[in-house]
């Protein structure tokens, strides 16, 4: 099966009526839309702000297994910054 929501205010889903819907609300709302669906295993994939709510989806205990993104976000170290 596949499940594809949309981004709050994007594609196919209405701009949302409140504040708040960042991230990790994102992250969190989908997760339950793949529980309510009967998904106790699934993979995540992501691109664009995608990649940022599938790596969250993956940083929160929850049933997604595996993910896949097409724009991988990495923030370097103060460490690796004074270099």
Same mark, same amino acid.
């Given at each position: 099966?596949?499940? %594809?929501? !949309? +981004?709050?205010?994007?594609?196919? !889903?209405?701009?949302?009526?409140?504040?708040?819907?960042?991230?990790?609300?994102?992250?969190l709302?989908?997760?339950?839309l793949? $529980? #309510? +669906?009967g998904?106790? #295993?699934?993979?995540?994939?992501?691109?664009?702000w995608?990649?940022a709510? $599938?790596?969250?989806?993956? #940083?929160?205990?929850?049933? %997604?297994?595996?993910?896949? +993104?097409?724009m991988? +976000?990495?923030?370097?170290?103060?460490? $690796?910054?004074?270099?």
């Amino acid at each position: 099966h596949v499940v %594809c929501p !949309s +981004l709050p205010g994007y594609g196919f !889903s209405g701009k949302p009526g409140r504040t708040g819907w960042g991230v990790e609300k994102i992250a969190l709302v989908w997760e339950e839309l793949m $529980t #309510r +669906l009967g998904y106790d #295993r699934y993979g995540a994939q992501g691109g664009d702000w995608g990649a940022a709510v $599938t790596s969250q989806i993956g #940083r929160n205990e929850g049933n %997604c297994v595996a993910m896949h +993104l097409n724009m991988p +976000l990495g923030t370097p170290t103060a460490e $690796t910054m004074a270099n």
